[in-house]
């Protein structure tokens, strides 16, 4: 394992959790967004992450016959795709709203804000975790060229 190969593994997970991060961030602020474009209420947003290999086919290719069968490639993460929720959003009564039906409720977006903060917490730390993974790669390169001198 080279330690470009670590770098690329934390470089994508921070690009990944950025996306995540907008991702919520555009939820929390449609939060009370009871009309759409394509009609209806905002509907809440969610990433779906896949593995990714860091390395090119050459790269894991070349690293298995030189390492031998049991070497492995490292995984990245990406975005695969942003998706909707499918959960119902609450129904109130308000017949004074601009997008109250007849009988005066309105349908309001499925976003549950205190399960948005919780996951914007957790797409925080993710990314706080990874620039750290990505600051002990970059020291301990450091040593290394130190040991050399």
């Known amino acids: 394992m080279?330690?470009?190969?670590?770098?690329?593994?934390?470089?994508?997970?921070?690009?990944?959790?950025?996306?995540?991060?907008?991702?919520?961030?555009?939820?929390?602020?449609?939060?009370?967004?009871?009309?759409?474009p394509g009609g209806g209420p905002y509907k809440r947003r969610d990433v779906v992450f896949q593995s990714t290999p860091v390395a090119s086919p050459f790269q894991r290719t070349f690293r298995q016959v030189s390492t031998g069968p049991g070497a492995?490639?490292?995984?990245?993460?990406?975005?695969?795709?942003?998706k909707e929720d499918a959960r119902p959003g609450q129904v109130i009564y308000d017949p004074r709203h601009p997008d109250a039906d007849k009988k005066g409720y309105v349908k309001m977006p499925n976003i549950n804000v205190m399960e948005e903060m919780v996951n914007m917490m957790g797409a925080s730390r993710a990314y706080e975790?990874?620039?750290?993974?990505?600051?002990?790669?970059?020291?301990?390169?450091?040593k290394a060229l130190e040991i050399g001198r």
């Open 72 to 82: 492995h490639a490292l995984d990245g993460v990406k975005v695969l795709r942003v």
């Open 129 to 142: 975790a990874n620039v750290q993974a990505i600051n002990a790669t970059r020291a301990m390169g450091s």
């Open 2 to 36: 080279e330690m470009s190969d670590s770098m690329a593994v934390s470089v994508s997970a921070l690009d990944a959790q950025r996306q995540r991060l907008n991702v919520i961030s555009s939820n929390l602020a449609n939060a009370q967004s009871t009309h759409t």
